[in-house]
């Protein structure tokens, strides 16, 4: 099983930036694929990014493409979600995924097997 731990969210004006970090333990962190989710209040959890065992391979959702960057440091387990020009759009609950086993990222929530608690990001305009 893999234990996921995000951090990072906060309060930020629009055209601001955040970080959002997302810690791993329990499987070798290079071995499956990992997503940054969000869900805002009333609205269907959606896909954001998502990105490879080995980092090489990498999607986003058109609504963040060339604002957002996924990253992650295998060597301290953990992904990173550069948020930049953020907007109010922007402004949800955020949730770092994995998929333990597989080899491809994927859009689907449900395709997620480890799941963090989730970090608040609020853009003000």
């Known amino acids: 099983q893999v234990q996921l731990v995000e951090s990072g969210g906060g309060l930020v004006q629009a055209g601001g930036s955040l970080r959002l970090s997302c810690a791993a333990s329990?499987?070798?962190?290079?071995?499956?694929?990992m997503g940054w989710f969000r869900q805002a209040p009333g609205k269907e959890r959606e896909f954001v990014a998502g990105?490879?065992?080995?980092?090489?391979?990498?999607d986003y959702v058109d609504s963040v493409r060339g604002r957002f960057t996924i990253s992650k440091d295998n060597a301290k387990n953990t992904m990173y979600l550069q948020m930049n020009s953020l907007n109010p759009e922007d402004t949800a609950v955020y949730y770092c995924a994995a998929r333990p086993g597989r080899i491809v990222i994927s859009r689907t929530a449900a395709e997620y097997e480890s799941w963090g608690q989730g970090t608040q990001v609020t853009v003000s305009s």
């Open positions: 329990g499987r070798t962190f290079t071995h499956y694929p």
């Open positions: 990105i490879s065992g080995t980092g090489s391979y990498t």
